[in-house]
């Protein structure tokens, strides 16, 4: 599946959210997420800098970002297995692959924004 390509990327995202791991051992909410709104926002944050700069800077010059942004992502999925699992299920380091030019970047930073959206409407919280 190639998701910077696909035009359902938003169906994708949701997807995603909904095989993510739950906490059903917490006694006040056995729906929630292992997952806080604070880890996916730190993830997203780094993609929206990355985003402001695509609109202005030539896609070449943005090349080692995106290989460092590759970089952040595995080690904030080593740091926390709950970072791992959204990483994994959304298969955000294969779609950081498939960014070929200033659209597939663009359309990643948006597929980052959906995965938050979506995580917000399922019920994350911090």
């Not at 997952?35 to 730190?42: D, G, M, Q, Y």
């Not at 970002?65 to 297995?81: D, H, K, N, P, T």
């Amino acid at each position: 599946m190639t998701i910077l390509t696909d035009e359902n990327y938003v169906d994708i995202a949701e997807k995603a959210i909904l095989k993510l791991e739950r906490n059903t051992r917490n006694r006040k909410n056995p729906d929630a997420f292992f997952l806080t709104t604070s880890k996916l926002r730190n993830l997203l944050s780094l993609t929206s800098t990355l985003f402001d700069e695509s609109k202005v800077k030539e896609y070449d010059a943005l090349l080692d970002r995106i290989a460092y942004l590759r970089v952040q992502f595995v080690y904030q999925a080593g740091r926390e297995i709950a970072v791992k699992d959204l990483i994994e299920k959304a298969q955000i380091l294969e779609a950081l692959k498939e960014i070929k030019d200033r659209e597939t970047l663009q359309r990643f930073c948006r597929y980052m924004e959906a995965l938050v959206a979506y995580f917000k409407f399922y019920g994350g919280k911090d």
